[in-house]
């Protein structure tokens, strides 16, 4: 797949689905379902409903090994768990924290400690909430239950507490004793899908990934390996054509060809990619698929935003907000509706909402920054960026947010840092080399600007002649004239590929008219072709008769296209 791949030649390839995953699939699903993992519940079931029915009728008696009997502390304990389990499904956890304060099973020890843990953030996040706007308020919530709800457990063994150990030791910043727990829940649980979440939020670099995913014992060709690595380069912004090729595998009649889940995450390897139209096509397949999948809706907003499809995000807009206005995706939707239509306060409005739906929906803080600066607020989009950097350091929209908003502030050299942060994170992404850019020739750094302008050629610059503009005026600058003359000529010539109006490129015209007269042996009769067409433009807009013939094209012309 990537370089992070790793292949322990020992372990049997694995080509197809078979009963025994299928089985354990359905039995990840059941058990979370018991101890209220809402969301690892839910992908496992997308996952099994997703694998053909010839392959999901396969008998499996004597494939799969025996499920171990009901426990006596189990048995004792079968009907006030159930009636705990009812009050979890009504949200009220506090009593099912209370109704099960003397279970002493696993299963009832995991419930009571997770409903007191929902409990605790509940209160942790309405305390935080409190503080909006003051500037005392901490970086992130602070609960302050999380270490007597880990000590209550530190010492158990089973698979599904050792989950729930490592997701509090990752709220309590202990990240690498949280990867070690989530990796040996991973080893007995494989289909758990909440724990590889857990262990992807643990990560920042693919260094990181290929070593600690070389401690589970299991082939590189596994399914759910392959779908963590490929989620995972997605976060890592390190999406190459062979996650591609991961997912057309994994969508395979072999394996979960019907999976909306897996749909949606070769959707957002193709936005990654930046093959927009493809990504939406994904994203339609989807759609007609089930129409009122919430799930990964902020995928799509992204694609649609990125293309400026403004009529397509009113569409949406409009369904999903019947539909569910209280998801944080339907939220973000929004906000980057209102982002296109130039609504930033509105748009603000629904970014805010969708962090106070999920506190780590860091691509609605990073969006948000976006709109405070929009707004010429700089204060309070650095707050927004920083928040998106505090829920997940991998949003690399908000470091480059960081050093745009420094930027305006002045503070030249906190822009440089965080815009080269961003760059760490994402070095194949030409807005941020322009950033980069810009940032070095604020500082007076020409030299610095030009290699990143350059850089940002190479990565396949959006708005191509206006690099080219910004890097024949940079070398006129240090004096490469000759450089300048070049790229002055191949904005020229991007402009006339486009039928852009001679306005948007008239300086490339002169530098290029300029250059050819100063040079011996120059091209004189390009230099005034170009010197023309600037002067006959300027005639035109003014509604004058065509001045191009007689005396004084030269000098006019340079005249008004340094005036542009």
């Known amino acids: 797949m990537a370089e992070t791949e790793f292949n322990p030649g020992y372990l049997p390839e694995i080509t197809y689905v078979d ?102 953030e509940k209160k942790a996040m309405r305390a935080w909430h409190a503080l909006d706007g003051n500037r005392h308020q901490p970086p992130t919530p602070i609960n302050l239950q999380l270490t007597e709800l880990y000590q209550s457990i530190e010492y158990s063994a089973d698979p599904w507490l050792l989950f729930l150990k490592a997701l509090l030791l990752f709220r309590l910043a202990r990240h690498g004793e949280a990867i070690d727990c989530v990796l040996l829940s991973i080893i007995a649980l494989p289909w758990n899908w909440s724990a590889w979440q857990l262990l992807g939020d643990c990560i920042h670099d ?20 392959q779908i963590f690595m490929v989620r995972m380069m997605n976060e890592l912004y390190s999406t190459t054509p062979a996650e591609l090729e991961t997912c057309d595998t994994l969508l395979g009649p072999a394996f979960f060809p019907h999976s909306l889940w897996l749909m949606s995450l070769r959707a957002n390897v193709l936005y990654n990619l930046h093959s927009y139209a493809q990504a939406e096509k994904q994203f339609d397949t989807i759609m007609a698929i089930d129409p009122y999948r ?71 803080w990073s969006l948000m920054g976006i709109e405070y600066l929009e707004m010429t607020n700089p204060q309070a989009a650095v707050e927004s960026f920083r928040r998106a950097i505090d829920v997940n350091p991998k949003e690399y929209r908000a470091w480059s947010g960081l050093g745009k908003a420094y930027g305006i502030l002045g503070m030249h050299s906190y822009s440089l840092y965080y815009h080269s ?60 004239h000759a450089g300048a003359a070049n790229y002055a000529q191949a904005a020229v010539a991007q402009g006339e590929a486009h039928a852009h109006p001679v306005e948007y490129y008239a300086k490339a015209l002169v530098a290029v008219a300029e250059y050819q007269m100063r040079q011996p042996g120059g091209d004189w009769g390009r230099a005034r072709e170009y010197l023309e067409r600037v002067v006959g433009e300027s005639c035109a807009g003014a509604g004058r008769p065509d001045a191009r013939e007689g005396g004084g094209t030269v000098e006019a012309g340079i005249a008004l296209a340094r005036a542009w």
């Open 206 to 225: 693919p260094e990181s990934l290929s070593t600690h995913l070389e401690k589970i014992m299991l082939p590189s060709s596994h399914p759910i390996l």
């Open 294 to 364: 919430i799930d990964d809706l902020d995928v799509l907003a992204n694609v649609l935003y990125a293309v400026e499809n403004k009529e397509k995000l009113s569409a949406l807009a409009q369904f999903y907000l019947v539909l569910n206005k209280d998801r944080p995706e339907v939220c973000y939707l929004l906000g980057c509706h209102y982002s296109l239509r130039v609504e930033h306060e509105k748009s603000v409005k629904y970014f805010r909402r969708a962090t106070e739906l999920d506190r780590t929906c860091s691509a609605a």
């Open 19 to 120: 009963a025994q995953m299928v089985s354990d699939i359905r039995k990840t699903a059941k058990e979370a379902h018991e101890r209220g993992l809402l969301a690892a519940t839910k992908w496992a079931l997308d996952l099994l409903r997703a694998v053909t029915e010839e392959r999901r009728s396969l008998p499996v008696a004597k494939l799969v090994k025996d499920t171990p009997p009901l426990t006596e502390e189990e048995i004792r304990e079968e009907e006030v768990f159930e009636l705990a389990r009812k009050a979890v499904d009504e949200k009220q956890h506090s009593r099912a924290e209370h109704l099960l304060r003397d279970g002493c099973s696993d299963k009832a020890v995991f419930l009571r400690t997770y409903c007191q843990y929902i409990v605790s």
């Open 421 to 480: 942060r961003a760059l760490r994170l994402r070095p194949e992404e030409a807005e941020c080399w322009e950033d980069q850019a810009h940032s070095f020739e604020v500082a007076g750094r020409l030299e610095d600007a030009i290699a990143c302008f350059k850089r940002a050629l190479e990565a396949n610059a959006p708005h191509p002649m206006t690099v080219f503009l910004r890097l024949a005026q940079l070398l006129i600058m240090i004096g490469d």
